[in-house]
């Protein structure tokens, strides 16, 4: 059966990935323009991550929530 939580942190490791990419990337960079290049860059994958996994991440961070919430009820 297919787990969604693997699912989501597989689809969120390959996007740390390609973020951390980028980001030494833009440590190396040394010309003004391109350091904000790769910060474009970034907050463009960013915002395209953010909406591809709004509606999945808002689910989850739900069901989180409520686990949090019965944890501090037993305690």
């Given at each position: 059966m297919?787990?969604?939580?693997?699912?989501?942190?597989f689809?969120?490791?390959?996007?740390?990935?390609?973020?951390?990419?980028?980001?030494?990337?833009?440590?190396?960079?040394?010309?003004?323009?391109?350091?904000?290049?790769?910060?474009?860059?970034?907050?463009?994958?960013?915002?395209?991550?953010?909406?591809?996994?709004?509606?999945?991440?808002?689910?989850?961070?739900?069901?989180?929530?409520?686990?949090?919430?019965?944890?501090?009820?037993?305690?």
């Open positions: 297919y787990n969604f939580s693997h699912g989501l942190v689809v969120c490791n390959v996007f740390i990935e390609e973020v951390l990419f980028i980001v030494l990337q833009l440590l190396h960079s040394e010309t003004f323009w391109k350091r904000n290049m790769y910060k474009c860059i970034i907050l463009s994958l960013l915002k395209y991550q953010i909406a591809k996994l709004d509606s999945k991440a808002n689910f989850t961070f739900d069901l989180l929530l409520t686990i949090r919430d019965r944890k501090k009820e037993t305690n």
